[in-house]
């Protein structure tokens, strides 16, 4: 099984291993030491590349081929987009236990996998809430397409703090989706979301990585949103040495 | 309403706060800064002292006589024992889900408010899990309690880095449910907490005290526990400074 990249690689690498399947992981070299290594003790073969000079779905493609091994793509795949919908699931259960009638749900959106699956969820059970995708100042390729209709592309593949959730561009399967449910798009700066990191650390106790936080900095810091705001919080794969000097810098 | 210090002090704040009742917390004032802050933050007048040198039991008594306040104990207290024991009933839940049929349950233990609420409602709902009080090195009150019989005293009050689970000695309601459910109990070291919060940040995600971490120590660090442990984390009022040295110390 090859896996382009991406912070889903440690699920793709548990599964594997609990099936008792051979598993690559194509990753960015820039990949946190923490995410590489909690990969690779799941059991899992991790191949890196430079994500700004590297094609990964291409190296991904030709490692399948050569390999004969199953390709399973970090965002623009039908079963890994309702996998994440399961989000959305309890997103929509735990709105109707609170008795919300009406709220932005906010997601920490890359590729588009998770905000599409959510989307999907909450049409189906949830159809009064609206969700939102949030994404680091610079990389806003899904706010941008959302606005124009088209899948746009970023400029640069590299250079947010956020790092986990830059994508060149929305997916093929995701962006039709996005486009029919969700928007407009939120867009938070990396000091946004580190201030959103220190504060899930102080007043949370959860560990979130930069672009996990983009959503709750989006909450946060964009004051015209409407009062109800259901936010996901959706990774932690960030290096002790990352974590501790964004808490020196935005955690007093 | 006064409260005596603890871990829970927030919680009273904030139920104090909901109720729009006054809420006096008594907390040692070598207490997390954040939880001070945090415990404000919730309208309540935090009242500092010195817990080498004052009694707080008798502060809180005298407090409550002065100004005609509700005194509300950390742990021995009927009703603050069955309000943690909902703790027990998740466990008794989740172990019957998992089909777990016997296990030694780690509970993180200070005065034993938590570990007495979690040994009754399994002795209800799940007798087959067994009680294991963790405490830290030096401060091993309980278990030496549950070996003697009778409740033993520590030497010192401080000069743990677990000092929101530090307590003279366990509580006289609490006691005799615990040493007719409980025990043995396990001690860990400071250094094992500490190397126990670091393991929760890289691999669990969640922000632990060290205090709230000797659960999960002992889980980590004595090798003579039976197959299956289930483990409290209870408490993340952490500095950002001591966790951020936790982390450079302790989580290469």
Do not use: W
């Not at 991406?6 to 609990?18: D, K, M, P, T, W």
């Not at 946004?192 to 959860?206: D, G, M, S, T, Y």
């Amino acid at each position: 099984m090859a896996y382009s990249s991406g912070n889903h690689a440690q699920g793709v690498a548990l599964a594997a291993s609990r099936h008792g399947l051979p598993c690559v992981i194509l990753m960015p070299a820039d990949a946190p030491a923490v995410k590489i290594a909690n990969t690779r003790a799941y059991g899992a073969e991790v191949m890196l590349y430079d994500r700004a000079t590297e094609d990964r779905d291409a190296i991904g493609a030709e490692l399948a081929a050569a390999r004969g091994l199953a390709l399973v793509k970090p965002f623009d795949d039908a079963q890994v987009i309702a996998g994440q919908g399961t989000v959305g699931l309890e997103i929509a259960s735990q709105a109707a236990e609170a008795g919300i009638s009406a709220a932005s749900v906010l997601t920490c959106c890359g590729g588009g996998g998770l905000t599409a699956g959510i989307a999907l969820a909450l049409e189906a059970r949830a159809p009064q809430l609206s969700v939102r995708p949030c994404e680091p100042a610079g990389f806003d390729d899904t706010a941008r397409s959302l606005i124009s209709g088209k899948r746009e592309r970023n400029a640069a593949t590299t250079g947010s703090i956020c790092d986990a959730i830059v994508t060149p561009s929305p997916g093929e399967i995701t962006f039709p989706i996005l486009h029919r449910l969700c928007g407009p798009g939120l867009v938070v700066t990396d000091d946004e979301a580190c201030r959103a990191v220190a504060l899930a650390f102080h007043h949370l106790r959860i560990v979130l990585e930069p672009g996990g936080a983009v959503a709750l900095a989006a909450a946060l810091f964009r004051p015209d949103l409407p009062d109800t705001v259901i936010c996901t919080a959706s990774g932690g794969n960030v290096d002790a040495g990352l974590f501790t000097d964004i808490l020196t810098r935005f955690g007093a």
